[in-house]
Nanobody, 114 residues
Framework: VQLQASGGGLVQAGESLKLSCAASVPIFRIKIMAWYRRAPGKQREVVARFTSIGTTLYADSVKGQFTISRDNAKNTMYLQMNNLKPEDTAVYYC?????????WGQGTLVTVSS
């Protein structure tokens, strides 16, 4: 499985970005997909994910600010990020569990200036 993340960039605080993660397999077959991020000097953390039953979970730090979604027809998962803050600056990665294996995308950099 190949995951291609895109959509990162440099924005000012308060602006929005939408990240995309295109998968090389039909995502309706992927039970668990998630967005992670790694901020400078910090460990990678899960930001938002789809559970195996299709519900969504968010890190407390992004609840009400980020929205995870997916378009099965496009085999793509998204992360809508609103009201971005400097502390959201990180490399964002998409992740998928597929057939008992775990896969990572290459990451896309989001930089939020104050």
């Amino acid at each position: 499985v190949q995951l291609q993340a895109s959509g990162g960039g440099l924005v000012q605080a308060g602006e929005s970005l939408k990240l995309s993660c295109a998968a090389s397999v039909p995502i309706f077959r992927i039970k668990i997909m998630a967005w992670y991020r790694r901020a400078p000097g910090k460990q990678r953390e899960v930001v938002a994910r789809f559970t195996s039953i299709g519900t969504t979970l968010y890190a407390d730090s992004v609840k009400g600010q980020f929205t995870i979604s997916r378009d099965n027809a496009k085999n793509t998962m998204y992360l809508q990020m609103n009201n971005l803050k400097p502390e959201d600056t990180a490399v964002y990665y998409c992740n998928a569990d597929y057939h008992d294996s775990n896969y990572w995308g290459q990451g896309t950099l989001v930089t939020v200036s104050s």
